[in-house]
């Protein structure tokens, strides 16, 4: 059989280019025929001067690989999940989502001081919204400051005690090895991981037919069905990353369990529930509870989410 060659696109920060050489191996690995090379390409979200929040959400970090992925530059494109906008560009096409990695949050401190531990003098570092609810909404004591950057430079922020802590996703920290730096993990039934948090989004052009099929092989079944149900809900509710709000699917025994939480920016409104489905029906789970959050408060606090931008 003739072999191909495959270009795999990706952002260049440490993390983006771990996840895109694990699918690259992944890949390889079911293809040993054919070849997949890496390429990074500069996103807006990689410009340290933009509030995510404020340009248009985290599909800033998403739009220039689209881009090159539809003019041919590049074969497959490798996300975040979590960056990975509801729906995908025109012409684009979720092929895979890869194993799911760690999905909690973390938090990264100098002298490992626990959260509990951090008093009003105190400076912790987010650049989420969902971060930020979650902390007030958990009566947190320390002044909650604006904080970007790729994962390892954050870490490295709070270590030199530009701030005393950090709240970052585990997933990138396990990947990069920098497991040790891990002061304690937040609970994800009560601190809500964004939706898709920990999982990788595998897209390639919608007419690729062969290589939809290459990219099958290495599609976790399970992890897509609770980033369905995660992101089902998120759109929606919007389908805007940046919103405060949480989504997590746990899968055991053949049942889905979605937790989910949405807040205004300050906190002061605060929604969590969760819902029970069978396996298999990720996306209904995710709509019906959208539906129960809209029915019961959810339209106010977006409204409200709204008119403070």
Same mark, same amino acid.
């Given at each position: 059989?003739? $072999? $191909?060659?495959? #270009?795999?696109?990706?952002?260049? +920060?440490?993390?983006?280019?771990?996840? !895109?050489?694990?699918? =690259?191996?992944?890949? =390889?690995?079911?293809?040993?025929?054919? *070849?997949?090379?890496?390429?990074?390409?500069?996103?807006?979200?990689?410009?340290?001067?933009? +509030? &995510?929040?404020?340009?248009?959400?985290?599909?800033?970090?998403?739009?220039? &690989?689209?881009?090159?992925?539809?003019?041919?530059?590049?074969?497959?494109?490798? *996300?975040?999940?979590?960056? /990975?906008?509801?729906?995908?560009?025109?012409?684009?096409?979720?092929?895979?989502?890869?194993?799911?990695?760690?999905?909690r949050d973390v938090l990264v401190s100098q002298h490992k001081i626990p959260? *509990?531990?951090?008093?009003?003098?105190?400076? &912790?570092? #987010? +650049?989420?919204?969902?971060?930020?609810?979650?902390?007030?909404?958990?009566?947190? =004591? !320390?002044?909650?400051?604006?904080?970007?950057?790729?994962?390892? +430079?954050?870490?490295?922020?709070?270590?030199?005690?530009?701030? @005393?802590?950090?709240?970052?996703?585990? !997933?990138?920290?396990?990947?990069?090895?920098?497991?040790?730096?891990?002061?304690?993990?937040? @609970?994800?039934?009560? %601190?809500?991981?964004?939706?898709?948090?920990?999982?990788?989004?595998?897209?390639?052009?919608? &007419? @690729?037919?062969?290589?939809?099929?290459?990219?099958?092989?290495?599609?976790?079944?399970?992890?897509?069905?609770?980033? $369905?149900?995660?992101?089902? /809900?998120?759109?929606?509710?919007?389908?805007?990353?940046t919103l405060p709000l949480g989504a997590w699917c746990e899968i055991e025994?053949?049942?889905?369990?979605? *937790?989910? /939480?949405? $807040?205004?920016?300050? !906190?002061?409104?605060?929604?969590?529930d969760r819902a029970i489905a069978p396996i298999g029906y990720g996306e209904?789970?995710?709509? @019906?509870?959208?539906?129960? %959050?809209?029915?019961?408060?959810?339209?106010?606090?977006?409204?409200?989410?709204?008119?403070?931008?």
């Amino acid at each position: 059989m003739a $072999s $191909s060659t495959y #270009t795999i696109g990706t952002r260049g +920060s440490p993390l983006a280019l771990w996840q !895109a050489q694990f699918v =690259q191996w992944l890949l =390889q690995e079911q293809w040993p025929e054919d *070849h997949f090379n890496i390429i990074s390409i500069q996103t807006q979200g990689d410009n340290l001067d933009l +509030s &995510i929040s404020e340009e248009g959400g985290k599909g800033l970090y998403v739009k220039e &690989i689209e881009e090159a992925l539809r003019d041919g530059r590049i074969d497959v494109a490798v *996300h975040s999940m979590k960056d /990975f906008p509801v729906k995908p560009a025109e012409g684009c096409v979720l092929a895979a989502c890869a194993e799911r990695g760690e999905v909690r949050d973390v938090l990264v401190s100098q002298h490992k001081i626990p959260l *509990h531990k951090f008093t009003a003098k105190m400076k &912790i570092g #987010t +650049s989420s919204l969902r971060r930020r609810a979650l902390l007030l909404s958990q009566n947190c =004591q !320390a002044e909650i400051v604006n904080i970007r950057g790729n994962v390892d +430079s954050r870490v490295r922020k709070a270590k030199e005690g530009e701030v @005393d802590g950090v709240i970052v996703a585990a !997933a990138g920290l396990l990947r990069l090895g920098l497991e040790n730096e891990i002061t304690e993990y937040f @609970d994800s039934k009560l %601190f809500i991981p964004a939706p898709g948090q920990g999982a990788i989004a595998v897209e390639c052009r919608e &007419i @690729d037919e062969d290589l939809r099929l290459k990219l099958r092989r290495i599609h976790h079944d399970e992890s897509a069905q609770g980033v $369905s149900a995660e992101r089902a /809900f998120l759109g929606a509710l919007g389908g805007n990353c940046t919103l405060p709000l949480g989504a997590w699917c746990e899968i055991e025994q053949f049942q889905m369990r979605l *937790h989910a /939480f949405l $807040s205004d920016e300050k !906190a002061e409104q605060v929604m969590m529930d969760r819902a029970i489905a069978p396996i298999g029906y990720g996306e209904k789970l995710g709509l @019906d509870l959208a539906e129960r %959050f809209l029915t019961y408060g959810a339209k106010g606090i977006l409204t409200k989410l709204g008119k403070s931008r």
